[in-house]
């Protein structure tokens, strides 16, 4: 396929970057328990629409506030862009539609968090449920804001049906990376919460039956990562035995670069005791390593996959 970047593809691109940063700063909220620097409300700060009398919290979630606003009216101006630009039915469209819908989503889940103060110190099981909805939704905005610059690029339309058993398996991936995502974001939430003053302690918390779940389900992120991380890389190799392409190549050399330094970051993570700059470098290898899994099923997808193909695939090499 070969890319050709113009003005709405650019922005398009872009669009994504600025809404890494905001989700990238919406972490930098929760792990420094600036979620409630705005206290209940919403869409005002403590009831004011600028906050001059700011606290570090309040500026923190403010500024969260703010740039969001920034990625809404970037999504608002991909939308008409692309109803102006291409015709009826055309992908690009459809991406900046469900771009659109998810950001909304985005912000009606971010404002349930403040209105029902489910921020700061709050330890809750709802929250821990709300906010793994909430990453959960932020990995598939992030998901069509890459194939709306995707196709934007040239990108070919995807063929979700008649893609085989291979093409499930592929799916299946994308349901993993969604549900480690929810994992990582509960265990993001306890190390904020519950933060442990040695290594040998954490590891001690984990495995007791009195400490808060938070707490205990920390176990169970790293080897879900390792279970998940060794699953897409297998299915994609895999995919490049029975239908490779120079794309799907060299997505899959990335994703597999990616997740590899994605685990001895997450490893970091724990020996290091979850410091704040090493989450938000998890959490931005995390989206990296999303947005190239999406990329490597749109280009999988551009083709169709027949259900006898990987068994005559198989004859030939063994002829």
């Known amino acids: 396929m070969q890319i050709r970047i113009n003005r709405y593809a650019a922005f398009a691109w872009g ?24 206290g209940s409300h919403w869409p005002s700060c403590n009831g004011e629409v600028i ?28 939308l008409v862009w ?9 992908v690009v469209r459809l991406g900046a539609k469900l771009s659109l819908g998810f950001l909304v989503l985005e912000a009606l889940l971010g404002a349930g968090l403040v209105l029902f103060e489910l921020v700061a110190y709050n330890d809750s099981g709802t929250r821990a449920v709300v906010g793994a909805l909430h990453l959960v939704n932020t990995f598939l905005l992030l998901s069509v804001l890459t194939l709306t610059a995707w196709w934007a690029s040239g990108g070919q339309p995807v063929q979700w049906r008649g893609q085989g058993w291979l093409g499930w398996a592929i799916w299946a991936g994308f349901v993993a990376i969604l549900f480690l995502g929810a994992s990582g974001a509960v265990t993001a939430l306890g190390d904020t919460l519950f933060p442990a003053t040695s290594l040998i302690e954490g590891l001690r ?7 808060h779940f938070l707490v205990r389900l920390r176990l169970y992120h790293p080897i ?17 035995f ?3 392409t120079p794309a799907t190549r060299q997505l899959t050399r990335g994703l597999t670069g990616l997740y590899v330094i994605q685990l001895f970051v997450g490893a970091f993570n724990v020996v290091l005791l979850a410091p704040i700059w090493l989450q938000l470098i998890h959490l931005l290898l995390a989206d ?18 027949s259900q006898g193909e990987p068994i005559r695939r198989a004859v030939s090499l063994a002829g």
């Open 82 to 90: 692309a109803l102006r630009s291409y015709p009826k039915g055309h």
């Open 288 to 305: 990296l390593v999303l947005i190239v899994f999406v990329l490597f099923m749109a280009a999988a997808f551009a083709q169709r996959i």
């Open 224 to 240: 879900l990562a390792i279970v998940v991380g060794a699953y897409l890389i297998s299915i994609a190799h895999l995919f490049n």
């Open 51 to 78: 906050p001059w009398s700011a606290q570090t919290a309040t500026l923190i979630e403010f500024t969260h506030r703010i740039t969001s606003g920034l990625a809404l009216i970037a999504v608002v101006i991909l």
């Open 205 to 211: 918390e984990k495995f007791s039956p009195t400490a």
């Open 242 to 244: 029975y239908r490779s």
């Open 15 to 38: 669009t994504l970057l600025l809404n890494i940063f905001v989700i990238l700063w919406g972490a930098f909220v929760r792990a420094t328990g600036s979620g409630a620097g705005c």
